[in-house]
Each structure stands twice: as structure tokens, then as C-alpha cells.
């Protein structure tokens, strides 16, 4: 089979890594792709959002499957595009329709979605700017920290959480009329602040059946000790070690098998993967948002450990029959630790050359933010690179993350060697 990855990052590069080990792919494509998939794939020069080149890629390549990584071509509509299309709709397409999408795509979507379906979640409600002045009343009626969410896209950067009351209404001022975070906070989701520890979910389905990945947590923020301004995510660690079966049990049926029982009550067709980003609350479970895709840096932890064949899997929820597919999960834990640019979330340079990767041993690279310069790799993003590794717990597969994390260098790289510190 000819696969196609839609994406460049570190998410892609993994499972582009994953998809190549499989006996059935014959040709593998990703676009734009990194320095990293082109060791393992063809990168080619289309933009995800372009979709009239990556129709001509399909056609021309002779793509039989077609994996989308991120959230803006999903929510913008690619799979609807293939649906339509006389010459593409036979190709199958890893990735919710449109509709289905907006669960991403909007904050106010998804929680009237969750309400619907009695998926325990924040109490919430929903401002504009003709409702700003509503919005302060209703901040007034909460305790502190104050959550507020811009509504749309804001590449996982648009939450603010505040501790003062005068700060929290300055922030919904500047996000409905200064546009803080552009047209994604034209509305704003300001929410009960829940407080416990958060871990991440993931969820394939065709739709109709669904299967449960390995649970992962993520560190987002750039500070140790989780300080400091969100990023799209510094490291991750899977198994989450307090994810025990009883409280993993609590998740299928609470969340998960709503969620999917949902989109098809609903009409929202869904072949793809669903993040859902919990928090534990006490015991208890609760939504704090839906991704449409897999998590980045969480796909670096969450695919490795995955023994089974991916294109069987892939090809099983485009067909509709993954309640025939038997999951192979690695028993170690596996992490990741991102290296990222100085200055990052804020201003950084790129183009600074990447040296060390040949001396690791014993993990896996996972390219970011990476391109192929005059043969040379240099950095072309904010987070660069992963490396993940295993390990019989997290604590020895952390160990060895760092390990040849330092032997890694570009100009003012940077890392969080605090992982797990909160488990």
C-alpha cells in the first residue's frame, strides 16, 4: 500500500516511523514532513490546508490510505473534501468529518456535546463581546483560580488561568475585544477550575467500535515544577501510574463509551483518533477537553509502545471492523523528553544547526521542529526534538531519556528535567 501522513511534527514522525515497520506499506509519504520522516519516508512540499495539492499527491502516487496528524485540516474539512471529490472519495481517510471535528474546533461545541451526553466535565458558560459585562458577573460567582478558553484553534496556547479576580476580568476583556488570541477567542469558555492531576486518553474507533490506547500524561508548561507560560508540551510519560484498572474502568464507561455512543446518536461520523484530556478529580474522571487527533509529545510515548501491526489497525477503522482487531501493548513504560529552542513559547530563532543524534543509543529520535539545510539537520520550530525511551518503570525510562538527551546540542536548546516529579 502507498500511505500518506499529513503533518511535520513530532505526533507525525512517530507514526510515520510506526506505519513504515508494517509489511503491507510499499510506498510512504509524508507532507511537508521533517528531517526526521525523511530518513523513513518521502517528504513532500505540500501544506496540510492545501488541498487541491494534496489531491494532485494523491492521484499521483497512487495513495491508498491517507493519515491526517493535526487538528487545523480536520476541523478545516479534509476528509469531507475526499468524501466529495468523484476521484478521491474511494480513498480512505484516517480523521473525523467536519462536523464531527468541531469537538476540537470549538470549546462551546464540545461542551454542549458533553452535557448532551451526561460526560462528567466543568460547569461552564459562554461569553461574547456584547455579553462581556455577563462575563464579569458570572466570574464574580466563581472561587479562584478563574479557567477561561478562547472557543476556537489557538494551537493549544489559548487558556488562561488566573488567580485574581481584576486579572481574570482584564484577560476576557483582552481576548473578546483586543483579540488576545485572534479569531479563536471571539468567544470565550469560562469554566469551574478543577483541581487534581491530568492525564491524557487515547481512542481509536471506526465509528462505531472503539479501542482504548495506553493512557499517557503530558508536561506542558516550560518551567520545572510546572511554572511558567503552556507550550505545546515539553515531555510525556506512559502508563500514567495512578490509571489503575478500577479507575480505568471508570473512564471506558463514563467517557469513552458516551463519547463514541454520542458522535453516532449525534450524525457525526468518525473514523479516527480521540484525545480525551481528563483530570482526576478525587476518584472520579472528568473531561477537561477532546483533541480530534493524537496528542504531541503524547504520540511519542503512546505509539511506540504499540506491538501491533498500525496499518492493520488503521485499515480495520477505515473499514469499520476494529472490534476484530486484538491490541498489542508493550508492558514497559515508555517517556519522552522535548528539547526545545530558547525563548520558546515566546520569540526564538531557527536554523540552528543539530548535532549528537547519531550518539544516541538506546531511545528513540523523534523529530519536531526539524529540517534539512545544506545536508545539515537544523531546528525549524519550537519544540525540535523527542527522545523516548523505555523502561520497566517511567523512573528508568526517564533515566535514559536524559542520558542521551545530553548528548544532543544546537544553540540554546533547552529541556525540562523534571518529568514525572508530580507521580
Not at 476556537?152 to 488576545?180: H, N, P, R, T
Not at 510519560?237 to 446518536?265: C, H, N, W, Y
Not at 530558547?342 to 538506546?362: H, R
Not at 537544523?378 to 531519556?401: H, M, P, W, Y
Request: proline share 4%; hydrophobic share 40%; glycine share 10%.
Amino acid at each position: 500500500m502507498n500511505i500518506l501522513v499529513l503533518g511535520s511534527g513530532g505526533r507525525e514522525h512517530a507514526i510515520s516511523l510506526k506505519i513504515s515497520q508494517s509489511p503491507k506499506t510499499s510506498k510512504l509519504f509524508v507532507a511537508p514532513g521533517n528531517a526526521g520522516t525523511s530518513q523513513i519516508a518521502t517528504n513532500i512540499e505540500v501544506g496540510v490546508n492545501d488541498f487541491e495539492a494534496i489531491k494532485a499527491l494523491v492521484l499521483k502516487e497512487s495513495i491508498d490510505l491517507v493519515v491526517v496528524g493535526p487538528e487545523d485540516p480536520l476541523v478545516n474539512g479534509v476528509h469531507d473534501f475526499f468524501l466529495n471529490d468523484a476521484e478521491l472519495k474511494s480513498v480512505p481517510v484516517i480523521g473525523p468529518e467536519k462536523a464531527a471535528a468541531e469537538l476540537e474546533g470549538s470549546k462551546e461545541f464540545a461542551k454542549e456535546f458533553m452535557m448532551r451526553h451526561n460526560i462528567p466535565t466543568a460547569a461552564y458558560q459562554s461569553f461574547t463581546s456584547e455579553t462581556l459585562e455577563e462575563g464579569y458577573s458570572f466570574l464574580e460567582t466563581l472561587k479562584p483560580p478563574y479557567v477561561l478558553k478562547a472557543d476556537g484553534l489557538a494551537a493549544g496556547k489559548g487558556v488562561l488561568i488566573l488567580q485574581d479576580l481584576q486579572e481574570a476580568k482584564d484577560g476576557l476583556k483582552s481576548m473578546l475585544l483586543d483579540s488576545k488570541f485572534g479569531d479563536a477567542s471571539a468567544t470565550v469558555v469560562i469554566e469551574e477550575f478543577l483541581d487534581g492531576i491530568e492525564l491524557s486518553c487515547f481512542v481509536l474507533t471506526d465509528g462505531t467500535n472503539y479501542k482504548i490506547l495506553p493512557t499517557a500524561k503530558d508536561y506542558k508548561r516550560i518551567g520545572e515544577g510546572d511554572t511558567g507560560l503552556n507550550t505545546g508540551g515539553m515531555g510525556a510519560i506512559s502508563p500514567v501510574p495512578f490509571a489503575d484498572s478500577v479507575f480505568m474502568e471508570k473512564i471506558e464507561r463514563q467517557i469513552v463509551k458516551p463519547t463514541v455512543d454520542g458522535l453516532k446518536t449525534d450524525n457525526l461520523p468518525y473514523v479516527g483518533f480521540i484525545f480525551i484530556g481528563l483530570i482526576k478529580v478525587g476518584d472520579e474522571p472528568k473531561v477537561i477537553e477532546y483533541n480530534v487527533r493524537m496528542g504531541d509529545p503524547e504520540t511519542e510515548v503512546v505509539i511506540p509502545r504499540l506491538k501491533s501491526d498500525l496499518v492493520e489497525v488503521l485499515l480495520a477503522m477505515a473499514n469499520g471492523t476494529l472490534d476484530q482487531v486484538d491490541l498489542q501493548i508493550d508492558e514497559r513504560a515508555a517517556t519522552t523528553v522535548m528539547a526545545v529552542s530558547g525563548g520558546y513559547p515566546e520569540a526564538y530563532e531557527k536554523g540552528k544547526e543539530i548535532s549528537g543524534t547519531e550518539k544516541i543509543k538506546d531511545s528513540i529520535v523523534f523529530h519536531a521542529g526539524t529540517k534539512l539545510s545544506n545536508e545539515k539537520v537544523v531546528t525549524n520550530g519550537g519544540r525540535v526534538i523527542a527522545i523516548t525511551s523505555f523502561g520497566k518503570d517511567f523512573k528508568e525510562a526517564l533515566q535514559k531519556s536524559y542520558q542521551n538527551m545530553e548528548k544532543l546540542h544546537f544553540d540554546g536548546m533547552y529541556y525540562r528535567k523534571d518529568l514525572g516529579f508530580d507521580l
